[in-house]
């Protein structure tokens, strides 16, 4: 069974496909938007040697033929170094903008190959295949593409929605526990911003989803889509605030990344789960949260085996240094630091108001847990 979710942007709407085994179906799938039966896919070393050569049978079985462009796998291809070279080789590849350039990956590919399309020739189509959870989720949804600079994280990059995304839940398999682990944040992730009743499915279903139960898995990745079309077709490039909610986690969250190098020290979805940890218990501080909520996230996203302090996501460093890291977010503006705070579980609200050494003073408190 393969479920059809639909992101209503104006003038530009596209689906969200998700079944067991689309993969092997991606030939069928794909053929209307390969331009004379030939695409470029963009993916990395990891899911080149995993998935990419069922993804291109099944291409070869549907009469496509592909050329491939591999990244090395990780955070750091997020890089000005890899977006050349990615631009060089479509380039060479004599891509044309009515081309569909196949994102076939993770968040980092997904991200840089978005970035990519929307630059080159002023602007390409690009296809979503997210093969691991988080991007699933998340990032694949959205049209949000970027790039790191050494000042921050997705500091440069644009607005560029794909033609369509297919979700093989399948594919998680192929992922290492910890990796699966940091995608489920993001899944948590839309329980705590306004669905009390799904956190309460996530506490009930935890077991089966992380242990592989196919009905689980499905159910959790379309309700999170679901949940992401609709934040995006309301405010697709985050001018009213509502998709702001979808940052959860991600102020505290990009600062302990940046402390770790947005290395693999702790993965982009660790980081999200460390800052939605830190964002509860810092609403309880400001008195907006019941102190039992923030433990019961925490005491959640410990048992997916996620970090929910400093010293559990490797980072020890004082809180002005964080608030630092702090001040390139993209969400500063007229000086103000807006935060994503909580009255509650499914009650998250943005707070600009909040006072950033009271912020630092929270984070030195923090680092005795």
């Given at each position: 069974?393969?479920?059809?979710?639909?992101?209503?942007?104006?003038?530009?709407?596209?689906?969200?496909?998700?079944?067991?085994?689309?993969?092997?179906?991606?030939?069928?799938?794909?053929?209307?938007?390969?331009?004379?039966?030939?695409?470029?896919?963009?993916?990395?070393?990891?899911?080149?040697?995993?998935?990419?050569?069922?993804?291109?049978?099944?291409?070869?079985?549907?009469?496509?033929?592909?050329?491939?462009?591999?990244?090395?796998?990780?955070?750091?291809?997020?890089?000005?170094?890899?977006?050349?070279?990615?631009?060089?080789?479509?380039?060479?590849?004599?891509?044309?903008?009515?081309?569909?350039?196949?994102?076939?990956?993770?968040?980092?590919?997904?991200?840089?190959?978005?970035?990519?399309?929307?630059?080159?020739?002023?602007?390409?189509?690009?296809?979503?295949?997210?093969?691991?959870?988080?991007?699933q989720v998340d990032s694949s949804v959205?049209?949000?593409?970027?790039?790191?600079?050494?000042?921050?994280?997705?500091?440069?990059?644009?607005?560029?929605?794909?033609?369509?995304?297919?979700?093989?839940?399948?594919?998680?398999?192929?992922?290492?526990?910890?990796?699966?682990?940091?995608?489920?944040?993001?899944?948590?992730?839309?329980?705590?911003?306004?669905?009390?009743?799904?956190?309460?499915?996530?506490?009930?279903?935890?077991?089966?989803?992380?242990?592989?139960?196919?009905?689980?898995?499905?159910?959790?990745?379309?309700?999170?889509?679901?949940?992401?079309?609709?934040?995006?077709?309301?405010?697709?490039?985050?001018?009213?605030?509502?998709?702001?909610?979808?940052?959860?986690?991600?102020?505290?969250?990009?600062?302990?990344?940046?402390?770790?190098?947005?290395?693999?020290?702790?993965?982009?979805?660790?980081g999200v789960a460390a800052g939605m940890?830190?964002?509860?218990?810092?609403?309880?501080?400001?008195?907006?949260?019941?102190?039992?909520?923030?433990?019961?996230?925490?005491?959640?996203?410990?048992?997916?085996?996620?970090?929910?302090?400093?010293?559990?996501?490797?980072?020890?460093?004082?809180?002005?240094?964080?608030?630092?890291?702090?001040?390139?977010?993209?969400k500063k503006s007229g000086g103000t630091?807006?935060?994503?705070?909580?009255?509650?579980?499914?009650?998250?609200?943005?707070?600009?108001?909040?006072?950033?050494?009271?912020?630092?003073?929270?984070?030195?408190?923090?680092?005795?847990?």
């Open positions: 069974m393969t479920d059809r979710i639909a992101v209503n942007l104006e003038g530009r709407p596209y689906d969200v496909l998700i079944g067991q085994g689309l993969i092997g179906q991606a030939g069928e799938l794909l053929a209307p938007f390969a331009r004379g039966g030939r695409l470029l896919i963009v993916t990395d070393t990891h899911v080149g040697q995993h998935v990419l050569p069922q993804f291109a049978a099944s291409l070869q079985q549907a009469g496509l033929s592909y050329a491939a462009h591999l990244l090395p796998a990780g955070e750091g291809s997020k890089s000005w170094a890899e977006l050349e070279r990615l631009v060089d080789w479509l380039l060479s590849e004599h891509v044309e903008r009515s081309d569909n350039i196949v994102a076939l990956g993770g968040g980092v590919v997904g991200d840089i190959t978005g970035f990519a399309a929307h630059i080159v020739k002023r602007g390409c189509h690009f296809v979503q295949v997210p093969t691991t959870l988080l991007a959205g049209g949000k593409t970027a790039i790191n600079s050494g000042a921050g994280k997705n500091l440069v990059g644009a607005f560029h929605q794909p033609a369509l995304v297919l979700i093989d839940p399948e594919v998680l398999d192929t992922l290492p526990r910890r990796e699966l682990g940091a995608g489920y944040a993001e899944v948590v992730k839309y329980g705590l911003i306004d669905a009390p009743e799904f956190f309460d499915w996530c506490e009930a279903n935890i077991d089966a989803f992380l242990a592989g139960d196919a009905e689980a898995r499905r159910f959790a990745i379309g309700r999170s889509v679901e949940a992401k079309a609709r934040i995006v077709a309301a405010d697709e490039k985050e001018l009213t605030g509502v998709r702001a909610l979808l940052n959860l986690g991600h102020t505290f969250g990009h600062a302990l990344e940046a402390e770790t190098g947005y290395s693999d020290k702790l993965l982009h979805g660790e940890a830190l964002a509860f218990r810092y609403s309880v501080r400001r008195g907006h949260c019941p102190a039992d909520d923030a433990d019961r996230v925490a005491a959640h996203l410990e048992k997916a085996g996620l970090p929910t302090t400093l010293r559990s996501a490797h980072v020890d460093t004082s809180g002005e240094n964080l608030v630092e890291h702090m001040l390139h977010d993209k630091l807006p935060f994503l705070l909580a009255n509650g579980i499914g009650q998250t609200f943005l707070a600009k108001d909040v006072d950033l050494e009271d912020v630092a003073t929270f984070l030195n408190e923090e680092r005795d847990r």
